[in-house]
């Protein structure tokens, strides 16, 4: 079944990247396709119908404070018109869940991802609430712990790790299942030639051919890599943070 994805942004040619690197072989080989849609196209009237030659699509806080919201109306009418019945509701947010390897994985089995690209201080609430409330699977979601000044750069790194998971979209399989955070664990290291490079030698194990040593090394190595920089991921038998 061939994926779709939509993004809503107010910043649509900023996703002309879709088209270079994995992401523009994945459309290539059909596995997805890809709709931008520019959020001020649905600002054209205001909530009472009168016309917004302005085009507003944000609003001062109720309560005060900094920046500015977005409007929930605004957003209403751009989601009503790209949302299919199926499709799960992606918002990324500094205040949303972590973006893992495993949310990657489940979402790449969606039909229809719609990716709406929050600027200044976010979208209205009461948006995800209200696609939630209908049924619709909503997700807030959050890179890491830094803040980005829009959802855009958030969503392009989302959609090419979603997307890199679609099964034949990888000509090696294999590469997905032994790289970092398949496993719960970050990759270890890796060479090619020479085996010796200004002074730095490859590990004698790797050039043995005893593949079973290999495989032992390598997993020894990711412990040490995730327990050094990583100790959140591993439980505290295993040296972690857990
Ligand atoms: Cl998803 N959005 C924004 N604006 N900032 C972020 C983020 C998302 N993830 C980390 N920082």
């Not at 949310?103 to 976010?122: D, H, K, N, W």
Request: one cysteine or more; charged letters at 25%; glycine letters at 10%.
């Amino acid at each position: 079944m061939r994926m779709r994805i939509d993004v809503v942004t107010i910043f649509p040619e900023f996703f002309g990247v879709l088209d270079v690197s994995l992401l523009g072989k994945a459309r290539q080989s059909e596995l997805v396709e890809t709709h931008v849609h520019d959020l001020r196209d649905y600002a054209a009237f205001k909530a009472d119908g009168s016309p917004d030659v302005h085009r507003t699509v944000d609003d001062a806080p109720f309560g005060g404070g900094a920046g500015m919201v977005m409007k929930p109306d605004v957003w209403g009418k751009a989601l009503d018109d790209v949302l299919k019945p199926t499709g799960v509701l992606v918002i990324p947010s500094p205040a949303g869940v972590p973006f893992t390897q495993a949310l990657a994985a489940e979402l790449s089995e969606a039909p229809q991802l719609v990716f709406a690209c929050g600027r200044y201080e976010g979208i209205d609430a009461r948006v995800a609430e209200h696609y939630a409330q209908d049924g619709y699977r909503v997700v807030e979601a959050s890179l890491g712990d830094y803040v980005l000044n829009g959802g855009e750069v958030a969503a392009v790194a989302m959609i090419e790790a979603i997307t890199r998971l679609i099964p034949g979209f990888m000509g090696n399989a294999q590469s997905i299942v032994e790289e970092s955070h398949a496993d719960g664990l970050l990759e270890y290291p890796s060479y090619t030639r020479p085996a010796s490079w200004r002074g730095l030698d490859v590990p004698d194990i790797l050039l043995s051919g005893h593949h079973a040593r290999i495989a032992e090394w390598r997993h020894a190595q990711q412990l040490e890599r995730t327990r050094e920089r990583r100790p959140d991921l591993l439980p505290p038998a295993e040296g972690g943070a857990w």
